[in-house]
């Protein structure tokens, strides 16, 4: 009888970086649990190709991270539907530009919430299930985390948040379970568009001159999840622009 394949929960899996990481995933072996929220078509449209590919490697959870209360119950379902968990990517973000002088509590709590809690209490959640199978986390950082721009700092603080998770996560879950994270620069533009002068200046601070392509962040996170004598990193995927 052959071993069951591992088994990696994404959130935020039904577009863009989420869809990449849960595409080279699946075509590492893994069935791929993909979470979503607001972009259910999309994310059924995946687990269609997935499952084309191969049957009964794909599955959809939706929720709200932002819901403390309904996080465990995303665990429980991959569980239920795939019998283990070997992996969490918390790649879901939320992402709102705003002047500092005008970010409301609400505004600053709904990032946290999101960037930072759900992370935590996902791997709350999965932590015996990851224990038990010698798993991994990685969690999608931020350039800005560490170099914050004027109209970010709330969302950079959510990050910064995440990366500290990272390591304390790792302290905490050792030795059975890696936590890691990826740190993205430039990879997309924001989908409600970017000041062209701004994206030019980001380029230009960037020593490879040239946006990142989400297939580099899914080959990162696969690296991550696959093993190795690394937990508690950071790994800085922004082009050199961190220089």
Request: glycine share 10%; charged share 20%.
């Amino acid at each position: 009888m052959s071993e069951p394949p591992p088994v990696v929960l994404v959130t935020g899996a039904a577009r863009r970086i989420g869809a990449a990481i849960a595409r080279r995933l699946h075509a590492d072996g893994y069935a791929v649990a993909l979470h979503c929220h607001r972009s259910r078509d999309e994310a059924d449209a995946l687990a269609a190709e997935l499952e084309t590919a191969r049957p009964g490697s794909a599955r959809v959870l939706q929720g709200d991270l932002a819901d403390a209360s309904a996080l465990p119950a995303l665990v429980d379902g991959v569980v239920a539907g795939f019998g283990r968990l070997d992996g969490l990517v918390n790649n879901a973000a939320a992402f709102a530009p705003t002047a500092f002088e005008s970010t409301r509590a609400e505004a600053f709590d709904a990032l946290m919430a999101t960037n930072a809690r759900a992370p935590f209490l996902l791997a709350q959640a999965a932590a015996p299930h990851l224990r038990a199978s010698g798993g991994a986390i990685v969690n999608i950082g931020d350039l800005y985390a560490e170099r914050p721009r004027a109209d970010l700092v709330a969302y950079a603080a959510s990050k910064a948040a995440l990366l500290g998770l990272t390591r304390g996560l790792a302290v905490a879950l050792a030795p059975e379970v890696r936590v890691n994270a990826v740190s993205p620069g430039a990879i997309l533009w924001p989908e409600d568009g970017a000041d062209p002068a701004q994206q030019a200046r980001i380029l230009d601070a960037t020593p490879l001159a040239r946006l990142g392509a989400v297939a580099e962040i899914a080959d990162a996170v696969a690296w991550l999840l696959a093993g190795g004598f690394m937990t508690g990193e950071v790994l800085r995927l922004d082009g050199g622009r961190s220089l």
